[in-house]
């Protein structure tokens, strides 16, 4: 596995090793003692899977109380991936990284507590599966909105995004609720 750098600090891309012939490919995606040793030390609680059509826009999602860290990769398509702090008096408030993440590209994207995680399906369909490193809480979640001017993400959409009807009402960063973290 390889890592990348990123703009965040605590954000981390890597690249899975995959190994293909011709009955398919295999890919590790997850083994405790690897991510341990590269600074992600937390216990995943929950995986997920979630399903997009082209333009489908996620997020910017975090919980208040019980934040998640999230490790995050495409099993078919693409998506372009973004993690956003919202961690105040951090050095790097409100700036994020965003970067494609497809099942071509093998990469995998660490987005931990203290940030908002939001995603566009830019393929005609992508499947994501993610773990989580807390049970996801409804009442605990909190949106910021996608296209806040703030924070100025450059989305690559093809066409008007669509949205859940949660995230079309998201606030701004400057009037979002924002979890206290300590240090």
């Known amino acids: 596995m390889k890592t990348h750098p990123t703009t965040l600090p605590g954000v981390q891309l890597f690249e899975l090793d995959s190994f293909g012939d ?19 030390d937390l216990e995943f ?38 993690a956003v702090d919202i961690r105040r008096g951090s050095p790097t408030f409100a700036q994020w990284f965003g970067t494609e993440l497809s099942a071509d590209n093998h ?50 959409l093809a066409g008007e995004p669509t949205l859940s009807g949660r995230d079309s009402k998201a606030l701004r960063l400057a009037d979002a609720e924002l979890p206290q973290f300590r240090s």
Request: proline content about 6%; some cysteine.
């Open 45 to 82: 609680v929950q995986d997920n899977f979630s399903a997009s059509a082209r333009d489908v826009v996620r997020g910017l999602h975090y919980q208040l109380q019980f934040p998640q860290g999230k490790l995050f990769h495409v099993v078919q398509g693409a998506v372009f991936d973004v």
């Open 107 to 156: 990469h995998q994207l660490w987005i931990p507590p203290g940030f908002a995680h939001g995603f566009v399906a830019t393929s005609e369909s992508a499947m994501v599966c993610y773990k989580v490193t807390a049970n996801y809480a409804p009442a605990d979640e909190r949106a910021i909105a996608w296209n806040d001017p703030q924070l100025a993400i450059r989305w690559p």
């Open 22 to 40: 011709a009955r398919g490919r295999f890919m590790e995606t997850f083994r405790r003692d690897r991510y341990r040793e590269l600074g992600i």
